[in-house]
């Protein structure tokens, strides 16, 4: 009897360690451009072409930003570092890594078959390490840089503009009167838990340059005739790609 009651006690212990292990939390919790901002201090932004984006913090401290280009899949991730490190969460068994440049920081290409592909790269200047993966490992190397390019303007050294709007209209703020080849503008982050507020960065494609930016608030459907609301900016570029923005006042 105290054997069979022993074996019972065992049973249920072993049940409880695994109901606990059922429970365990998730380590992946959904968030938002401006969650990470408030608790992890920098910005993770998308590049321009992105779509669909969805926000993540991992374990309490690493940032992701998850998108899709053209339908294929992505993922930008982003956590403090003293060093560089591989964040990307891409397990390569295989092949080599590649140097290449993410503007001015030196960072690395890796792909294989049945894993995919990723560039990381390490800002020194801020202690932050990035890696952008995409699950396609024939993905082109090159676009992969110049995507991890164009979001890590945004995320370092882009200058943000926040506007109200709704969604839920049609109406949306989009970006014109300004100069590609000086400026970049990211696709607006819209938050509604926020009160309905909208996440513009402005980032500098050339150093050493100023431009102007109208932002405006219209329905594509209707038209610029639907334009509710103009905003404009003057965007000034430093030598090292900073961005200093100045609204000009409603004429």
């Not at 005739?225 to 430093?238: A, L, Y």
Request: include cysteine.
């Amino acid at each position: 009897m105290l054997k069979k009651k022993f074996i019972a006690l065992l049973l249920c212990a072993a049940m409880m360690v695994g109901a606990g292990a059922l429970a365990a939390p998730n380590p992946m919790a959904e968030s938002s451009y401006s969650d990470i901002l408030a608790n992890l201090g920098f910005q993770l932004l998308a590049p321009g072409a992105a779509q669909e984006a969805e926000w993540f913090i991992i374990d309490g401290k690493l940032a992701q930003v998850s998108f899709s280009i053209y339908e294929a899949p992505y993922t930008l991730r982003a956590q403090a570092a003293a060093q560089d490190e591989d964040i990307s969460g891409m397990y390569f068994s295989g092949g080599e890594e590649t140097p290449v440049s993410i503007l001015w920081n030196e960072g690395s290409f890796h792909a294989e078959a049945g894993v995919g592909a990723r560039v990381k790269w390490y800002d020194a200047a801020n202690g932050v390490a990035y890696s952008l993966g995409c699950e396609d490992a024939g993905v082109d190397k090159d676009m992969l840089v110049s995507y991890a390019a164009d979001a890590f303007r945004y995320c370092a050294k882009g200058a943000t503009i926040e506007l109200a709007g709704d969604a839920s209209t049609g109406y949306i703020w989009a970006a014109m009167n300004y100069d590609p080849e000086k400026l970049s503008v990211s696709a607006p982050v819209y938050e509604e838990k926020d009160s309905g507020v909208y996440t513009i960065a402005v980032a500098g494609e050339q150093a050493n340059v100023q431009d102007a930016v109208t932002l405006a608030y219209y329905c594509p459907e209707l038209g610029l005739d639907s334009v509710t609301e103009m905003r404009n900016f003057t965007v000034s570029v430093d030598a090292d790609y900073n961005v200093t923005l100045s609204e000009e006042s409603a004429g």
